[in-house]
């Protein structure tokens, strides 16, 4: 959201993003780890935001801080969506946020070691990528970040990704570089011929088992489920507006 964001200290703020980009839908993994001074800062808020003020970071104050930048994680997307498909962000739907505080945050909160975080979010696609596709992703300032793309698509072209490079390996793309301090970064995807014709392959072979079952009896019907792409790490938003917090909290 523009009123968490703030350009962050490389020297004390480090985050990465991971995408992992499906045809129906996405994950945003993050990570960012808050060493020296901010460490001490980032402690004394935990310990004063979940905890009791006693100057020592617990278990079950990790936990409920936890909770607190889950839902402050849930705010944000949902106020200011982060990823847009064809210009809108419409057909984009958030399934699950989570975030996790690692161990390193435990003990006194005058302990400078550093403390890695991390979040996730899942989404679903209304509409599937096609044929031809540009997605917006809105991330953290300077940041690196990898976009793993569907088996069977290319990337065409980017804008706003910096330091690109590229692996392409077993029909999959893998996108690599750096959000600009703008921000903002657009892939304009394609799926190439081969992942075309394979899908028409698998819906002539999928009409002629349905027409040789006609008659048949069946115990159960045959579904089609979507499910969200599993959390597993990321997020931005509220990393930065937490790490602007904290650069409040030191300037005083």
Known sequence: ?????????????????????ERDGMTWD???????????????FIDLQAGNGDK????????????????KMKESVE??????????????????????ISKEALGKVEKNSSITNFASVSYVFEKELGQSTDIWLMGTPNSNVTVNLPAGFDVERTDGLGN????????????KGSFGPG??????ISENESSTELQKEGSAGQDAENKSKEGENKTGAVGEATEATKSSGFFKDIFIWFHQIVQKVNLV
């Open 79 to 100: 106020t200011a969506p982060d990823v847009k498909l064809n210009g809108t962000s419409e057909p984009v739907k958030v399934t699950d946020v989570d975030f996790w």
């Open 183 to 188: 921000k903002n970064i657009t892939l304009w």
């Open 1 to 21: 959201m523009p009123v968490f964001l703030a350009e962050p200290c490389t020297a004390a703020f480090v985050p990465s993003n991971n995408i992992t980009l």
């Open 30 to 44: 993050y990570q960012d780890q808050i060493t020296g001074n901010e460490a001490v800062i980032s402690r004394n």
């Open 56 to 71: 020592f970071v617990n278990a079950w104050e990790i936990l409920k801080a936890e909770t607190y930048f889950r839902n």
């Open 164 to 175: 690109k490079s590229q692996e392409v390996g077993n029909n999959s793309t893998v996108l």
